[in-house]
């Protein structure tokens, strides 16, 4: 590096955003990931003695993927390359592969190879780096937003450790806060300061990512003027404008959060679309995050509605895989329809509670012999064994029906599943009358004469 490149690269790094001035250099400095870099931690343990083996890490924006990579490549004595997957091409990995195949064969140095973005490489570029990884020429270190089950090859993941990073904590985004007025390397030079709570404020909307927190800081002090002692004050409303949110009282961590989120599911429980609305408005608003949402909804459609509508699961998981497809702000209007869907369906707890009376006499019971004719008879000699002798198949039969005893002996008179006179289930209960199925057992009965709502079949 000649006097003008190591210039230039000094200007770079004093006018970086803030988020990347800030970046860790060493372990001790990262904030957050405890349960992966913790101290007693194998990654940890790995990093610090260069002892690190190929690593996918996965998780949201913000999170410290790239922050970790940076942390690794000033720890090892390795070399480091770090690789964009958006622009990189085939020439790029041939030229990191020579070097490499050079360090090791000449210095018997190993190679670092940081491929920020992993699952936008097609698998032909994800089929180059194979032979490399699995003969130690390269340790790779990729980092994805997107699920490597999904997005990386089964080769290369049988071969990298996948590290999950979470969301930073709300305490955690806080210390980058106060770490970012309080460092040179931060916005201390321009002598601002923050209320408590504008950085309470930023925590909590920032929504787990320490990037998008300390960008609207930045925005904050670049654009508000000193006041008259020259100092940059950072209120609540500058910090509203900056992150385009305003401040809803909103604890993700505290009662507040699960009080709303409640609140918008007993709306759909009890049939009101402008409660469930209104609650889910407020959510996003306060920023909640979208798939959470979309996987209590998900929830409510099998817990409160279940078999009187069997679309309201298919409408909940259409919207959760489209909210993460389309994303937001459109995603609001996704959510918006699942939830007034949800919350009009007619309702049904029967499989919440033929499930959780299934639970109970499976603790108390344990693993009840099968009877014979319903176990595998696939194999040979099975019949020798008694496996699948006197099996009824229904299809042979008129209504594509035959009694049949399918629980085990000892509990063959219980009954989990209790279908109500609503929705899709009185079909249900219709048409185990028409087939002859326990006529007894499916009419109607008055819900209001007695029993115990918590255990109905008590």
């Not at 490399?132 to 090859?153: K, S």
């Not at 320490?210 to 000193?226: D, K, S, Y």
């Amino acid at each position: 590096m000649d006097l003008f490149e190591y210039m230039a690269e000094n200007k770079k790094e004093s006018e970086a955003p803030l988020a990347a001035r800030l970046r860790p250099k060493t372990l001790d400095e990262v904030v957050g990931q405890e349960d992966i870099v913790g101290k007693d931690k194998l990654l940890y343990r790995a990093i610090k003695a260069d002892r690190l083996s190929s690593i996918i890490l996965y998780g949201p924006p913000g999170v410290g993927k790239t922050t970790l990579a940076r942390v690794i490549a000033n720890t090892t004595a390795a070399d480091f390359h770090q690789v964009n997957a958006t622009i990189a091409g085939k020439k790029d990995m041939e030229e990191v592969v020579k070097n490499a195949k050079n360090n090791l064969g000449g210095y018997g140095r190993k190679t670092i190879l940081f491929i920020d973005e992993i699952h936008r490489f097609n698998k032909a570029q994800q089929d180059y780096l194979l032979p490399y990884v699995e003969d130690g020429t390269l340790i790779l270190i990729g980092a994805t937003t997107e699920n490597p089950y999904f997005e990386v090859n089964g080769a290369l993941l049988s071969r990298s450790r996948i590290f999950e990073l979470r969301p930073l904590s709300r305490d955690n985004i806080l210390t980058l806060i106060r770490r970012a007025f309080e460092s040179e390397k931060g916005v201390k030079s321009y002598n601002a300061e923050i209320t408590e709570d504008a950085a309470e404020f930023l925590a909590d909307i920032a929504d787990g990512d320490a990037r998008a927190a300390l960008n609207a800081i930045e925005l904050a002090v670049l654009t508000t003027m000193p006041n008259e002692e020259g100092r940059i004050h950072i209120d609540l409303k500058v910090a509203e404008e900056c992150i385009q949110k305003k401040a809803i009282r909103y604890d993700k961590d505290g009662d507040n959060h699960y009080d709303t989120i409640a609140a918008f599911i007993e709306s759909m429980c009890g049939s009101d679309p402008d409660g469930a609305l209104y609650y889910l408005g407020r959510m996003l608003a306060a920023g909640e995050d979208v798939k959470y949402i979309a996987r209590r909804m998900m929830v409510a459609a099998s817990e409160e509605v279940g078999n009187a509508d069997p679309m309201a699961i298919c409408v909940a998981a259409s919207a959760a895989v489209a909210v993460e497809r389309v994303g937001m702000p459109e995603g609001r209007i996704i959510l918006a329809q699942a939830a007034s869907y949800i919350a009009s369906a007619p309702k049904s707890n029967a499989a919440y509670l033929g499930i959780e009376k299934v639970m109970s006499t499976v603790r108390e019971s344990g693993n009840l012999p099968i009877p014979p004719y319903l176990q595998d008879s696939s194999y040979k000699g099975a019949a020798k064994l008694g496996r699948g002798v006197g099996y009824k198949y229904a299809h042979n039969y008129a209504n594509h029906w035959v009694k049949q005893q399918y629980l085990p002996d000892a509990i063959k008179d219980e009954r989990f599943y209790e279908p109500n006179d609503i929705g899709h289930e009185k079909e249900i209960k219709e048409y185990f009358r028409k087939i002859g199925k326990d006529p007894d057992r499916y009419k109607y009965e008055d819900p209001s004469k007695g029993g115990n709502p918590e255990r109905p079949w008590e």
